[in-house]
């Protein structure tokens, strides 16, 4: 079970992938049935309820970080892979670069939610990748308006 990202995880990704260039985030989630807050009278709610709460908090600090939340989805099927039904949902996020995500992580009323996050997932990842080039996105963009045209 992973939850949070470790300490040497943050080291190398400062050390490794701080590069200035803009990062995609791929976020899996799988929700407890019931939150498991340490305070169990709290626990009266869903995993994914628990999670909103933690979502409320954490997109106002994607946001103060000048990143944003591109997609987010129930998870249908795992097509490939042992993971039958093991996510729930997943997330797409953008940040400008790894500097700026990790500063959201040093965020005091930010790291107040993660009491939430702990009591909502049972499991997660966090899978951290490239932005689209321009030519890719030109290349998508084009494809896309063509489409258009051609597919009346």
């Known amino acids: 079970m992973f939850i949070i990202p470790t300490e040497q995880t943050i080291k190398y990704a400062k050390e490794n992938h701080d590069d200035g260039k803009p990062i995609v985030q791929i976020n899996l989630f799988s929700y407890n049935k019931n939150a498991k807050y340490k305070n169990i009278t709290l626990n009266e709610i869903s995993g994914r309820d628990a999670y909103k709460k933690y979502a409320n908090i954490a997109t106002k600090a994607v ?41 959201m992580t040093e965020i005091d009323w930010y790291k107040s939610s993660f009491i939430h996050r702990e009591a909502a997932l049972a499991d997660t990842r966090l899978i951290t990748c490239y932005d689209m080039s321009r030519s890719m996105k030109m290349k998508l963009w084009l494809a896309s308006w063509f489409g258009k045209i051609i597919f009346r």
């Open 63 to 103: 946001i103060e970080v000048g990143g944003k939340v591109l997609w987010w989805s129930k998870i249908r099927l795992t097509m490939i892979g042992p993971d039958k039904d093991k996510w729930d949902e997943v997330g797409v996020v953008w940040y400008p670069n790894m500097k700026k995500f990790l500063e």
